[in-house]
């Protein structure tokens, strides 16, 4: 059983439409995070969270936000798709502080 | 802001040889903790290994180990006897130690190794 489930794998949007990538945790861990992979760029963090409603920016959150109502579920919306946001999006979990982190398959969201 | 910086976009090695990934890092704190991740062309994030800054021994699994220079700001990767299966991106990162409200991760750029039969 996976322990970190991203949903959907795959999506194509249109420009100016709105988008959610959901993130559920089967872990119990308090620390959850929102990656984005681009060539040349590595995995750049996009928001955290460090509990139920406790969510806080990353270096590239612009035109993202976030929502945390329960342990498990971490969801990541784009409120307004543009081609920029076209990448590879990656969750993750941490039990602790200094632990390694666990990670989700990725969603892979394109934007037209 | 923590940087990480992998020089060697691309890298290739021989089946059963070692190879070395090279990993630089810029900070002011005496407190953190550096990872190498693998990615597969199936897209999964891999810890492949973990060190904590205060420990002085170098971190192994297995036919992975690091080579830990805090003084240089340097955490280099080694696989010994590399596999087909070893082929992969792979990621250095860095995590401060202090952070309590969770502890982000600051990768690199990425190494892609080739492991060739």
């Known amino acids: 059983d996976a322990g970190i489930t991203q949903s959907p794998r795959h999506k194509v949007t249109e420009t100016g439409t709105p988008v959610t990538l959901r993130c559920h945790q089967t872990?119990?861990?308090?620390?959850m995070y929102w990656y984005r992979q681009d060539p040349g760029h590595g995995l750049r963090l996009i928001h955290y969270?460090?509990?139920?409603?406790?969510?806080d920016k990353g270096e590239v959150s612009d035109g993202y936000s976030v929502s945390r109502s329960k342990t498990e579920d971490f969801l990541l919306t784009l409120e307004s798709a543009t081609s920029s946001q076209t990448s590879v999006y990656f969750c993750?979990?941490?039990?602790?502080?200094?632990?390694?982190?666990?990670f989700g398959s990725g969603t892979r969201l394109t934007v037209v | 802001a923590q940087t990480v910086t992998q020089s060697q976009p691309e890298m290739s090695v021989q089946e059963a040889e070692t190879v070395t990934l090279s990993c630089t890092y810029d900070?002011?704190?005496?407190?953190?903790?550096l990872f190498w991740y693998k990615q597969p062309p199936s897209r999964q994030m891999i810890l492949v290994i973990r060190?904590?800054?205060?420990?002085?021994q170098n971190a192994t699994e297995n036919r992975f180990s690091v080579n830990f220079q805090k003084a240089a700001k340097s955490f280099s990767l080694k696989i010994s006897d590399s596999q087909l299966g070893d082929t992969a991106m792979y990621f250095c990162?860095?995590?401060?130690?202090?952070?309590?409200?969770?502890?982000?991760?600051?990768f690199g750029e990425g190494t892609q190794l080739t492991v060739n039969p």
């Open positions: 993750a979990t941490q039990k602790g502080t200094g632990d390694g982190y666990t």
């Open positions: 900070t002011s704190e005496n407190n953190y903790y």
């Open positions: 060190q904590e800054a205060y420990k002085q």
């Open positions: 969270s460090y509990g139920v409603k406790d969510t």
């Open positions: 872990e119990n861990h308090r620390y």
């Open positions: 990162a860095f995590m401060n130690g202090w952070e309590t409200s969770g502890s982000r991760l600051t």
